[in-house]
Nanobody, 125 residues
Framework: QVQLVESGGGLVQAGGSLRLSCAAS????????MGWFRQAPGKERESVAG????????YYADSVKGRFTISRDNAKNTGYLQMNRLKPEDTAVYYC??????????????????WGQGTQVTVSS
């Protein structure tokens, strides 16, 4: 079992930055692919970014490429999503997810085995 706890969400003005964290319990985090997803009201959950178990490969949705950076620290069992130049359309609940023994970096939501509870990000214009 893996438990994930996101933190770092909040209210920020357009153009600002936030750093989300995803703290994982369990022994398999360092052998897991990790992804960040978001879901806005009335919309489907969408993939934002993904990272391989080693951190060597990353994936970004076109909508966040160049503004968001995904990273991980396996020694701390923690993943991160640095979000810069935020836009009102980035407003959503953000979720982290892991896939134990997933060796890629781009997976759909149904591929991930464990999810956090989500953290709200609100960007005002």
């Amino acid at each position: 079992q893996v438990q994930l706890v996101e933190s770092g969400g909040g209210l920020v003005q357009a153009g600002g930055s936030l750093r989300l964290s995803c703290a994982a319990s369990g022994r398999t985090f360092s052998s897991s692919a990790m992804g960040w997803f978001r879901q806005a009201p009335g919309k489907e959950r969408e993939s934002v970014a993904g990272i391989s178990w080693s951190g060597g490969r990353t994936y970004y949705a076109d909508s966040v490429k160049g503004r968001f950076t995904i990273s991980r620290d396996n020694a701390k069992n923690t993943g991160y999503l640095q979000m810069n130049r935020l836009k009102p359309e980035d407003t959503a609940v953000y979720y982290c997810a892991v896939k134990p023994y997933g060796y890629g970096m781009e997976y759909t939501a149904r591929d991930y085995d464990y999810w956090g509870q989500g953290t709200q990000v609100t960007v005002s214009s």
